[in-house]
């Protein structure tokens, strides 16, 4: 006879059971020149882009619609599910990054040429891509969506270390590959991403 369901799915073991399962299932495609892990320092400039690196909705992408999507994903369900304690990589990033002394922006990166001059200011450019599919929602392409691949390109032509974090649930084309420094495939991380 299975177990009844608990009452509260949020405990601190839920949370880090959450956050094992996203480190776990990541997988770190390229890493030149050792350019991750990250170290946190003082000096430390970094620059996000993309919607989905942030909780700030922008052309209704945010990192909630990733949570979102894991969540229909894995429960294979239309109907969205909240992500109560979404932790955006912006925040995860600006914790670790801020605490030891650094600075992080975000930008949403709709304009390219804006976040590459952006990017050139700071000492790491992470660009987080997305594609947004499941049941009924089929891609049309293996790109990015939300330009997601001009903007990937305009920050490495600018940016002294570019990462890429992608939340996709399938393959993806490359084109900018050989320009930027990392690429990680987190897939659709839930509401551990960004710690």
């Excluded at 003082?42 to 992408?61: C, E, M, Q, R």
């Excluded at 229909?72 to 304690?85: H, K, Q, R």
């Excluded at 920050?155 to 993806?172: D, E």
């Amino acid at each position: 006879m299975a177990d009844s369901p608990v009452a509260n799915a949020s405990t601190a073991a839920h949370l880090a059971l959450a956050q094992q399962l996203s480190e776990q299932g990541s997988v770190l495609l390229k890493n030149a020149k050792a350019a991750l892990p990250l170290t946190a320092k003082k000096s430390l400039k970094v620059a996000l882009f993309g919607p989905t690196a942030s909780s700030t909705a922008t052309n209704g992408v945010s990192a909630k619609t990733i949570c979102s999507l894991y969540i229909s994903a894995f429960f294979g369900s239309f109907n969205t599910m909240p992500c109560e304690n979404l932790v955006s990589p912006e925040a995860g990033i600006r914790s670790v990054v801020e605490t030891a002394g650094g600075t992080v922006t975000w930008d949403a990166g709709t304009d390219p040429a804006a976040a590459a001059a952006q990017a050139a200011q700071a000492d790491v450019a992470i660009v987080f891509g997305y594609q947004r599919m499941g049941e009924f929602s089929d891609l049309a392409n293996l790109s990015l969506q939300g330009n997601g691949d001009a903007l990937i390109a305009a920050v490495a032509g600018a940016a002294k270390k570019t990462v890429v974090v992608l939340h996709t649930g399938s393959a993806v084309e490359m084109p900018w590959l050989s320009k930027v420094d990392s690429v990680l495939e987190t897939w659709y991380p839930g509401d551990e991403m960004g710690t």
